[in-house]
């Protein structure tokens, strides 16, 4: 009697015009303690409820339905064998295409406006403080907003590396796995869904100001090419954050063939800038010209006053006699032929006790003009030799017509 008293509380709860609909159907009664049952073959009506439901209802001997009732959809009525006595059971609801929808078009539009920032940052040079979400073979991924960006490994500032001198770059990239960087936006492709970042130019703006011609730094070798080393700058807090080139000339007075006979990675060296361009964000450095030029030596301060006993001090009528160094006779020959040069002759010789170089070289003297007359030094192994030249050239004259010469010369 409670399922026909249920099934009744449930008719009831419809239209006048439903309840005949259903009252309809066939009832079967086989004893007076038997229960009664309903089976419901159709049901024509949409029912809405705030949670779906299923319903089902099953008699002795005879087939079951199953009403669903969803307050998205039509009323449903099917065959469940295996159906139980008023059984009801939750059924879950899809997401509605029209919300996926609209989440994708929000996502689109913040990436589109975070591409657009990206470009603004280029254009404007704007420092982008990102997280650094991950690394490769080639360079870290950094958070820019909604995209995730590239930051070459030769981009990243000296201060990394300077700090673990003797660690791989990939050691050095795991470590830096989830700090925040300092970088400037170099390339912005939307359509290539290309983001490349610098911290070298991030730097640059935060240091460069610091850098002025005539400045001398310690630094710190970081990589040499054929052309020259790239050394890079130690700062007043004791950090490396800027690169600069000492060009193959500027390593040394002696010439120099190859810069990595005399410097190499991770050498200490002490570096003088001598030029800055602001716009290129590029250092031009020397290490020579913290040492005395030798151009500018005279052949007593060449030779030591211990070692004055070895000089031949030869006078101007006997300096003939004095031999010259190989190559040094076609030299003088030549620089006779320049205008402005009328003479040009050994007046004495000396030797030192060390070899300083078995190629010829030559250098002008610091001495001053005595009526037109310059002191030129040339040296090959340990024998040094004075030349005296009489020109209308000042020094820089001098050194042009040298040069010229020397480029005739083979």
Not at 26 to 47: E, I, Q, Y
Not at 288 to 300: A, G, H, S
Not at 329 to 334: F, M, S
Request: aromatic share 6%.
């Amino acid at each position: 009697m409670h399922i026909l008293s249920g099934s009744i509380s449930f008719l009831s709860s419809l239209s006048p015009s439903s309840q005949s609909n259903l009252l309809s159907c066939t009832s079967s009664t086989t004893s007076s303690s038997t229960a009664t049952s309903f089976t419901f073959p159709k049901c024509p009506h949409k029912l809405t409820a705030k949670t779906p439901w299923e319903w089902h209802h099953n008699g002795n001997n005879t087939s079951s339905s199953r009403i669903c009732v969803n307050g998205n959809s039509s009323t449903q009525i099917d065959q469940n064998p295996d159906g139980g006595l008023l059984h009801q059971r939750p059924t879950l609801l899809e997401p509605q295409p029209q919300l996926r929808d609209h989440d994708d078009v929000i996502r689109q539009a913040r990436r589109s406006s975070d591409w657009k920032a990206a470009k603004e940052h280029k254009e404007n040079g704007v420092i982008h403080n990102g997280r650094i979400e991950g690394f490769n073979t080639g360079g870290l991924l950094v958070r820019f907003y909604s995209i995730v960006g590239f930051l070459p490994f030769p981009q990243l500032s000296p201060v990394h590396s300077s700090k673990e001198p003797q660690k791989p770059i990939q050691e050095i990239a795991k470590g830096l796995h989830g700090s925040i960087i300092s970088v400037k936006v170099i390339l912005v492709d939307e359509d290539k869904r290309k983001l490349i970042f610098s911290e070298k130019e991030a730097s640059w703006s935060k240091y460069s100001e610091q850098v002025k011609v005539g400045d001398i730094f310690e630094a710190r070798v970081g990589s040499i090419e054929d052309y020259g080393a790239f050394v890079h700058l130690r700062f007043p807090d004791g950090l490396y954050h800027l690169t600069g080139l000492v060009h193959i000339s500027e390593v040394s007075w002696d010439l120099v063939q190859d810069v990595r006979d005399i410097l190499k990675d991770g050498d200490q060296v002490r570096v003088k800038v001598i030029s800055v361009d602001r716009e290129k964000s590029r250092i031009t450095l020397s290490i020579k010209q913290l040492e005395e030029d030798p151009l500018l030596e005279t052949l007593d301060k060449v030779i030591p006053q211990d070692g004055v006993a070895d000089l031949d001090s030869s006078s101007d009528s006997e300096s003939g006699s004095i031999e010259p160094l190989p190559g040094l006779e076609t030299i003088l020959e030549e620089l006779k032929q320049e205008e402005g040069i009328y003479e040009a002759r050994i007046s004495r010789q000396g030797f030192e006790k060390r070899v300083v170089s078995q190629d010829l070289q030559l250098w002008l003297s610091n001495a001053p003009p005595v009526n037109q007359r310059f002191t030129l030094l040339a040296r090959a192994g340990r024998q040094v030799q004075e030349i005296q030249l009489t020109t209308s050239l000042d020094q820089d004259g001098i050194k042009r017509a040298l040069q010229r010469v020397l480029e005739r010369v083979p």
